[in-house]
């Protein structure tokens, strides 16, 4: 895989969201979502680190992982949008995150398309 400026661009934003995701359990104070969602955060973060440490490398499955969970944590987001005791700054993080998301996804998807090179899966 020929990585270009975006795929670069989009595996940095999704690294950056990995890792604040990957973070959740430790900074859970319990105020924000239920404990399931963070709990599943954590786990979507360091999936996506390692997709993009193998997208990094050249991995088409790497850039697989990190658009699966990429999108899997942007839904689990989506109930702020709808749940009506989310405070108001919560509501914007949460569709900061998801437009992030979707750009960082928009960004690294071309990849897919690439030709793999012999010995990267």
Known sequence: MRRTTGITVGLV???LLGATDAVGLLTDTGDGPP???VAAGTV???L???GVWFG???S???IVTVVVT???SALTAVPAFFVDDVPGPLVGFAAVGVVVTLIAVALVA???RQPVRAGVA
Do not use: D
Request: proline share 4%; aromatic share 8%.
């Open 60 to 62: 088409r499955a790497g």
């Open 35 to 37: 404990f399931v969602i």
């Open 13 to 15: 934003l999704a690294g």
């Open 44 to 46: 979507l973060g360091l």
């Open 70 to 72: 990429r999108l899997l």
């Open 110 to 112: 071309p990849a897919l």
């Open 48 to 50: 996506t680190l390692a």
């Open 56 to 58: 990094w490398r050249g």
